[in-house]
């Protein structure tokens, strides 16, 4: 084999891109290269010739002798890729499905992160939408057959053969020879280059306002046939709502041509210019046939090389786990919210009951598995313990998923202090039990705040959840220093500070919860009840704010109440988007939110 020796132009990333590792935390283009598995200097080369050319283009370029113009994953003259109105989640796993990995995982968030850069740190308020046109003049590709043997590079099979034949995830020491291969070479090579022209349009539409997934879609789906149709129908009040509420990102790659128009299209005269625009870039695209626009990934567990060996499905394995950790999900269920009783008796020495509370997972390990919860202990009270509090959990996102990721897993029950101005003034049967003042004279939130912040668990980038369980929608934190510290510590750790009117029985913000009524319970000759405005639930994830303790926005949450008569439950699930495995600082992508109400038979009411 003869050394590349560079007579004429080398096609693009032939020789430094193809055949080599991927980070596929990264962006699906040569940014994101890690360590190669071929080796170009085994390689001799050979003409590749562009099946489109402009007449006056050189047509003589250089590839690698182990690089092949076809069969190829793409062979045809033009393709698009499209996903309307989706989550971030659902929007990564579009992207990496697209570029050939088979597994629906969230890769590249480097690219998510760059296509929607404005609005990436807000996800619970976004739905996704991206319209990408790939014009091909060639393609080029290497096999994962054991023809591509004698050209894989002596480290990498060196790595291979090292590598132990099994993965054991108890065993740490298998577990980081396993990552540490991972982190050389990544779990995928780049199989394929696409060269062409490409046109970029991404499109985040906030859903604040109102707008709902399925508007969005179609009016998506509207403004992309508008596009590529270059005929606008009559504009209605929707689409133009539309317009207003999108944040866009619209570029085109290859050609001599630059497109700067709006893709929204605002008239009939702006879709048909549009449409003219980009017929004339398009021509211009064979005068620049070496421009690289795509790529394709296979997995490198499936190199004939790697599978000799007898690695390939240990590899598999190894590589499953190391995408899980990598993208780690928090679940936080609550079963049922509804109204809750206890008796005026004098209270027996029993702690707070127990069932009922939230069920919190990561990466579908139960957080009570993972550290025992502790529970606040009450002041001597005067009524018989009642199932209303709260759970803090909070998590070091660099650890997960193993325990020691759980730095505090502690419930604050509600209770009443027999010195409470409540026990000393009598149990006249009243209703409502509480006003606006006296939820504040609660102090509800007071013994979390000491724990917050004499305890110093307020680390900046930590990973913070908050879930109420049978907590009244009324009270919400407010007033006296402490319900104003909590409430601030909400926002500043990703709470939402925006939220349209609530509907009863829908998923709603923080704002809806802290915008209810303040007025709470009843009670007669024997018992307290309470949870009997609107039974309500409320779940906050996010990171912990920084020392600025200003609201970040980048937290997944979920708010829902109803009347009396029927009982509320909700889950909500955000995945964690680290960088690298030890990230400390990930993003969080709200991935669900639902509450479902459920009627109280009348018997029971």
Known sequence: ???????????????????????????????????????????????????????????????????????????????????????????????SSGVGVGTPIPLFGGQFEASYSDTFGMTREYYYCFYLSYTVTGTICVSTSNTSDPFLSDAFKADVENLPATFDKTNPSNVSAWFDF?????????????????????????????FVQKQIGANFMFNVETLMGGAMRELNAEYKKYVENSVFQFSNKGGTRSLTFDPRLPDDE????????????????????????DIRIK???????????????????????????????????????????TLKSPPPPLPPVSFTKPSITVS??????????????????????????????????????APECVLWNKYYPFN????????????????????????????????????????????????????????????????????SMMNNTLLGNGASGYGDSYTPGTVGTYQNWISSPRSE????????FLNTN????????????????????AGGEVFGSIDNTSSISSLLQVTLLKKNINDPNPSIAQDQATVTTTPIPQNIL
């Not at 562009?50 to 283009?57: K, L, M, S």
């Not at 199989?191 to 604040?208: E, K």
């Not at 490198?300 to 950790?325: H, P, Q, Y």
């Not at 409470?420 to 939820?439: A, K």
């Open 182 to 210: 991972f982190q050389k070479y990544g779990g995928y090579f780049v199989s394929d280059l696409i060269y062409g022209g490409t046109l970029q349009y991404y499109n985040a539409v906030t859903t604040v306002t109102g």
């Open 521 to 528: 319970g009843y009670q007669n000759e024997t018992s307290v």
């Open 416 to 483: 009443f202090s027999k010195d409470h101005l409540i026990c000393l003034l009598g149990m006249q049967p009243t209703e409502p039990f509480f006003f606006d003042l006296e939820i504040d004279s609660l102090d509800l939130y007071g013994d979390f705040m000491d724990d917050y912040f004499g305890r110093q668990l307020n680390k900046p980038g930590n990973i913070f959840i908050f879930s109420t369980y049978n907590m009244p929608s009324s009270f919400w934190p407010r007033g006296g220093m402490r319900g």
């Open 299 to 341: 997995a490198i567990a499936d190199l004939s090389f790697v599978i000799s060996k007898g690695k390939n499905g240990a590899m598999n394995t190894a590589f499953e786990d190391f995408s899980d950790r990598l993208t780690p999900t928090i679940q936080v269920q609550l079963i049922q919210s509804q109204i809750q009783s």
């Open 1 to 95: 084999m003869c050394a590349l020796f560079q007579t004429v132009e080398v096609v693009d990333g032939s020789t430094t891109f193809l055949g080599f590792g991927i980070n596929t935390q990264g962006e699906p283009d040569i940014t994101s290269v890690l360590a190669p598995i071929f080796d170009p200097s085994k390689a001799a080369t050979k003409e590749y010739e562009f099946r489109r050319q402009a007449p006056d283009i050189s047509t003589t370029f250089l590839i690698p002798e182990y690089a092949s113009p076809g069969p190829c994953a793409e062979r045809q003259s033009s393709y698009t890729k499209l996903t309307s109105a989706t989550t971030r989640i659902t929007t990564q796993k579009t992207i």
């Open 364 to 401: 579908g390990r139960d957080v009570n598995n993972l550290r025992k919860p502790v529970t606040q202990l009450l002041p001597e009270q005067c009524f018989q313990p009642i199932n209303i509090g709260f759970q803090v959990v909070i998590l070091d996102p660099a650890t997960i998923p």
């Open 270 to 293: 702006a879709a048909k210019q549009a449409l003219m625009d980009i017929a004339a870039w398009q021509d211009t695209i064979p005068m620049n046939p070496n421009f690289m626009m």
């Open 534 to 553: 609107q039974p309500a639930t409320y779940t906050l994830i996010g990171p912990i704010a920084d020392a600025t303790g200003s609201a970040t926005n």
